[in-house]
């Protein structure tokens, strides 16, 4: 990728957004009767990969919410990511930097969220090393955090299972399917056809790998990350993909977007020198970028998602990023 198509990212890969008058009017409505007064103006979001309707609402009465609406018209999985959204919210700890849930609503096709809307902007691309700093920082803390009593999160590794499949569903396709995903994911993508047998055999432990008691994101990147400078505070957002697994995982899955995105180094040192990371094997470490970089692999050379044309561009260059970490632990 050029250095404007990195700079561009996650921008450039984002979900087709709807604008406050494309909602349907009894969907505004209701928006308004749970945000208690009438809307005066949006702040849409310019980043991220849900469809449908994400904007900071302005308020009669001098308050802001910010508002996620979902049905299935622009994707079939949305509602359930939002409905995925609404039990994470349920279990996250009070310490976690992440915007409050306030309310929802579900009649079984619209999905609405509305959050606390806190002040902050996207760490600015390439990475500067002082928003990275900040960023990792945060995710050390998380690695420390476990769910609130009571939740209903998934396992990571019971997440994961149909994802972490992609080189043995590599080793069983066509040579032709096999060249594919290797044009799509460039030259990596080369290297990985040459070593399948390898890669879906370190693929075969990442399930084991990521268990654990912590509390996981599972979906970090720039764009899921708000740094708010004059508290020096990040709040991480987006959390339909939350579940329970080992404390390293969200560092090990966010850098090869870092090193995608530029300017902050390089991801072995990155991960080496956190403190998420100590006593984390290379065994333990390849066989989870196995897991993860054969997902974005395979899901690469599919249909795109209904409602998110570019999805499978951004995860061909996140398995290319990955597959580079990857080949140097090899």
């Known amino acids: 990728m050029s250095a404007d198509d990195v700079m561009a990212l996650p921008l450039a890969f ?62 079939p999985h949305s509602p359930e990511l939002a409905r995925a959204e609404i039990r994470a919210a349920r279990a996250l700890p009070p310490h976690v930097p992440a915007p409050t849930l306030r309310w929802w609503d579900d009649d079984g096709d619209w999905v609405l969220l509305g959050f606390d ?23 050390d803390d998380l690695a420390h955090c476990a769910p609130a009593p009571g939740h209903d999160l998934p396992r990571t590794e019971d997440l994961l299972a149909d994802d972490f499949t992609g080189w043995r569903s590599m080793l069983q396709a066509t040579p032709a399917q096999r060249e594919v995903v290797a044009e799509l994911v460039d030259e990596p993508g080369r290297w990985a056809v040459d070593h399948l047998e390898d890669l879906a055999r370190w693929e075969q432990d990442a399930l084991r790998v990521v268990a654990g008691d912590t509390l996981v994101h599972g979906d970090l990147r720039a764009d899921n990350v708000m740094i708010e400078d004059g508290h020096q505070r990040v709040w991480l957002i987006d959390w339909p993909h939350a579940s329970v697994g080992a404390p390293w995982i969200d560092l090990a899955f966010m850098l ?49 998602p209904t409602g998110i044309p570019n999805l499978r561009a951004f995860q061909a260059a996140q398995a290319g990023a990955t597959l580079r970490w990857l080949r140097d632990l090899s």
């Open 14 to 75: 984002g979900g087709q957004r709807l604008d406050w008058r494309d909602l349907p009017r009894a969907v505004r409505e209701r928006i308004e009767s749970l945000a208690g007064a009438r809307v005066t103006a949006e702040m849409s979001a310019t980043s991220g990969f849900s469809p449908g309707f994400c904007a900071v609402l302005e308020l009669t009465d001098g308050r802001a919410v910010f508002v996620k609406a979902v049905s299935s018209d622009q994707n």
């Open 117 to 139: 809307a806190v002040h902050g902007r996207s760490p600015e691309l390439p990475w500067r090393a002082d928003d990275l700093a900040l960023v990792l920082s945060a995710l």
């Open 256 to 304: 090869p977007s870092v090193a995608l995105q530029g300017g902050a180094g390089d991801p072995a040192w990155l991960f080496a020198r956190s403190a998420a990371s100590q006593g984390v094997s290379v065994d333990d470490l390849r066989a989870a970028l196995a897991g993860l970089a054969g997902y974005f692999a395979w899901s690469s050379g599919q249909p795109a």
